[in-house]
């Protein structure tokens, strides 16, 4: 096959198994991303190796998640998505191995963590691999579809860990990959995504390995809280992560062409606007999900079932919106899905504000379906302009960098909310602390939709870019 750039409408008309066997391997990334916590108490009942390890079950997998992301979209653009997915399904299906095959912690952290790998590689190409086939034209409503399978995950991950554990055991709920990624393997195999165009410019993994220590001393340094990393290894970590980002500053200065990330995705105004948005978005819903239900448990003002309504309204309107963003974007455009996201989440943030305690809790849980409705619309809106501005053979780096930095963003934010918040509790002003943190978001989330106007009104689909030249800036 030629390595020749080809145009988006070359593609064939896509294979509606190929789509179904991609969806099919991103449930299976999903779902092991939660499904861990309802195994850990049977888990610690039969696996030894000590308690101190068990954070990292879930802080390891998405550290390697998160890692893998960057280098799998540069390896899709340079050799094709067919040949990269397939390797991304045999890592997880290794990593799901090891985990049903552990005998001791230790060896089922190492299992996670490639599983982890595995499922960041098969996150990214799923997203880039429907792009290509749907192509610019479709690509919001295969959004859509993407959404669903999250939101289904987010569902049926935790009560799936739970039904093999009573009828087959734990290991059951890592060993059902197998045959269902097998299959999917096999469907993959074929020529629909063949298509895609290979880059001419080589992967520069020196400089790949220098933006992973950066990423991996950022990540391990956020996680320090939840898996009891001492003071001593933090800063390790974040001298780890400065180190790494200096070596790779000097590399892409001598050679911009080896950047991880490419550097005409920040050239483009809408797209910088974009990701403004979207890791707000993401710090607003991730601070809802996880703060404001451990405010409210707390100080006793909402029990278990009252918990889950909460943390369910939040999943279940980022679903709702995202697909319904997703059908109508086309017709809508960026700036009208972006800036009705952004509103929603200034709704949300500004009733959350007004503080617990004197708001019962069905206000609070009416706040959070906002917060979700809003980041569904502003998450799925960023991920199509990216891919419609992305020159024909770089949709999988364009895709991985939004994903990479709307996570590491969301992580950054989400631990400063969180760091507000436990000095407000240890000075005692708990009645206060889940308002100061809502009424730092509120604003922000008001300047989102400011930005939203700055968005194109029209959906727009970038024409592939030539060999050899930039991609075109977006206005």
């Known amino acids: 096959m030629s390595d020749k750039p080809l145009q988006a409408a070359s593609?064939?008309?896509?294979?509606?198994?190929?789509?179904?066997?991609?969806?099919?391997?991103?449930?299976?990334?999903?779902?092991?991303?939660?499904?861990?916590?309802?195994?850990?108490?049977?888990?610690?009942?039969?696996?030894?190796?000590?308690?101190?390890?068990?954070?990292?079950?879930?802080?390891?997998?998405?550290?390697?998640?998160?890692?893998?992301?960057?280098?799998?979209?540069?390896?899709?653009?340079?050799?094709?998505?067919?040949?990269?997915?397939?390797?991304?399904?045999?890592?997880?299906?290794?990593?799901?191995?090891?985990?049903?095959?552990?005998?001791?912690?230790?060896?089922?952290?190492?299992?996670?963590?490639?599983?982890?790998?595995?499922?960041?590689?098969?996150?990214?190409?799923?997203?880039?691999?429907?792009a290509i086939i749907y192509g610019a034209s479709q690509r919001g409503r295969v959004q859509s579809m993407v959404s669903i399978v999250w939101g289904v995950a987010a569902i049926v991950g935790p009560l799936a860990g739970l039904a093999f554990t009573h009828a087959f055991g734990w290991r059951a709920a890592f060993l059902i990959n197998m045959p269902v990624g097998l299959v999917c393997l096999l469907v993959l195999r074929s020529k629909a995504l063949s298509a895609h165009v290979r880059r001419g410019?080589?992967?520069?993994?020196?400089?790949?390995?220098?933006?992973?220590?950066?990423?991996?001393?950022?990540?391990?340094?956020?996680?320090?809280?939840?898996?009891?990393?001492?003071?001593?290894?933090?800063?390790?970590?974040?001298v780890l992560a400065a180190a790494g980002a200096l070596l790779l500053v000097l590399r892409v200065m001598g050679r911009p062409?080896?950047?991880?990330?490419?550097?005409?995705?920040?050239?483009?105004?809408?797209?910088?606007?974009?990701?403004?948005?979207?890791?707000?978005?993401?710090?607003?819903?991730?601070?809802?999900?996880?703060?404001?239900?451990?405010?409210?448990?707390?100080?006793?003002?909402?029990?278990?079932?009252?918990?889950?309504?909460?943390?369910?309204?939040?999943?279940?309107?980022?679903?709702?919106?995202?697909?319904?963003?997703?059908?109508?974007?086309?017709r809508v455009g960026y700036r009208s899905s972006m800036l009705a996201g952004a509103?929603?989440?200034?709704?949300?943030?500004?009733?959350?504000?007004?503080?617990?305690?004197?708001?019962?809790?069905?206000?609070?849980?009416?706040?959070?379906?906002?917060?979700?409705l809003g980041m569904g619309c502003v998450a799925v809106g960023a991920v199509v302009l990216a891919q419609n501005a992305a020159p024909a053979d770089a949709v999988a780096t364009y895709t991985s960098t939004i994903q990479l930095l709307r996570n590491v963003g969301a992580a950054l934010g989400i631990n400063a909310l969180a760091a507000i918040q436990y000095a407000l509790e240890s000075q005692h002003l708990s009645n206060d602390s889940l308002r100061s943190v809502f009424s730092v978001l509120g604003p922000v989330f008001v300047v989102c939709a400011l930005l939203a106007l700055l968005l194109p009104s029209n959906y727009q689909l970038q024409p592939a870019a030539v060999p050899g030249q930039p991609a075109p800036a977006r206005r």
């Open 11 to 130: 593609v064939a008309p896509p294979n509606r198994w190929v789509a179904f066997a991609i969806l099919a391997v991103l449930f299976l990334a999903a779902t092991d991303t939660t499904i861990i916590g309802t195994l850990l108490p049977v888990i610690a009942g039969s696996v030894g190796g000590g308690q101190a390890l068990f954070p990292w079950l879930m802080s390891g997998f998405m550290v390697a998640m998160a890692l893998a992301g960057p280098l799998t979209g540069a390896l899709a653009d340079r050799y094709g998505v067919r040949s990269v997915l397939s390797w991304a399904i045999l890592v997880f299906l290794a990593g799901s191995a090891g985990a049903a095959l552990s005998s001791d912690m230790l060896m089922l952290v190492l299992a996670r963590v490639v599983q982890g790998a595995g499922a960041g590689m098969i996150i990214v190409l799923s997203y880039a691999s429907l």
């Open 201 to 238: 410019v080589a992967v520069d993994y020196l400089a790949q390995g220098f933006f992973a220590l950066m990423l991996l001393g950022v990540m391990v340094a956020l996680s320090a809280a939840q898996v009891g990393l001492s003071r001593d290894s933090f800063w390790s970590m974040l």
């Open 257 to 330: 062409q080896a950047s991880p990330v490419p550097l005409a995705f920040f050239q483009q105004r809408s797209l910088a606007v974009a990701m403004v948005i979207v890791i707000c978005g993401s710090i607003g819903l991730y601070a809802s999900i996880t703060l404001v239900p451990i405010a409210l448990h707390a100080r006793h003002a909402i029990d278990t079932a009252q918990t889950g309504i909460i943390v369910l309204l939040a999943a279940l309107g980022f679903v709702v919106s995202s697909a319904v963003c997703g059908m109508q974007i086309q």
């Open 343 to 372: 509103l929603a989440l200034v709704a949300g943030a500004f009733v959350l504000a007004m503080g617990s305690t004197s708001l019962p809790w069905q206000a609070i849980a009416g706040a959070e379906l906002l917060i979700g």
